[in-house]
């Protein structure tokens, strides 16, 4: 299992703005990236999805689009079936994600509410014929999951999950998704490394150094 960081970052869907959610620290270069091989492979739906995304108050909290082709290749790599997502927002990487499932692949998608999924989200999903692998879950995604734990059959039944919720909460998620993801499996967690630029932003960097401590001390998994 292993673990993918990529930073919070900005508004709209231009290039330029969606620098500041990439590691790479020359602006130019991710253009480029983006430019050349990103933007010529993103399909019709993502980038509608991507581009109306753009337009919320929060549109922050959405994955960056280089980010979610490489899970789109990573779960198909994995020959993914079933997969978990904690932390849909208007369902940007579920999208992603639906698309590189097989057609009789699921994914179980939690968020505390399904509000901007309906709104943004869940239309464009209808319209890419990939609806019918999504189980959509409202709730907080710590019972959620603890009820997925219990659940016949649900251990070791999922290839893949993606995490991009509240960073508190990381730890606990990881040892809910260890039991759920089978070995072999990868668990990708989103912002592992923040930059504290702001009073809030330096309780999750706290949150999230923990964290990164947590894993790199984890015996169970590979990062
Ligand atoms: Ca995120």
Redesign the pocket.
């Known amino acids: 299992m292993a673990s993918t960081g990529v930073g ?1 970052g900005n508004k709209t869907a231009a290039g330029s703005s969606l620098h500041s959610k990439t590691l790479l620290k020359s602006q130019s270069l991710y253009e480029y990236i983006l430019e050349s091989t990103v933007f010529p492979r993103e399909p019709d739906c993502l980038r509608e999805l991507r581009v109306a995304t753009a337009t919320h108050h929060m549109a922050g ?1 959405a ?1 960056s689009p280089d980010e979610v082709q490489l899970l789109g290749l990573l779960i198909e790599m994995l020959g993914t079936k079933n997969a978990v997502e904690v932390g849909v927002f208007t369902g940007y990487s579920l999208l992603a994600t639906a698309l590189a499932l097989p057609d009789d692949g699921k994914i179980v998608a939690i968020d505390v509410t399904r509000e901007s999924y309906d709104q943004i989200g869940s239309p464009v999903t209808e319209k890419a014929g990939v609806a019918h692998k999504i189980d959509f879950r409202v709730g907080l995604a710590l019972p959620v999951l603890d009820q997925m734990v219990a659940e016949e059959g649900n251990k070791d039944r999922f290839d893949f999950a993606f995490v ?1 919720a509240d960073k508190v909460n990381f730890l606990n998620y990881h040892e809910r998704l260890l039991q759920l993801v089978r070995v072999g499996g990868l668990i990708a967690y ?2 592992t490394l923040w930059q504290p630029l702001s009073e809030r932003d330096r309780a999750l960097a706290a949150a999230t150094r923990e964290f990164n401590a947590a894993m790199a001390a984890d015996p169970r998994v590979h990062v």
Request: charged residues 50%; hydrophobic residues 35%.
């Open positions: 919070e909290m994955a991009d989103d912002n």
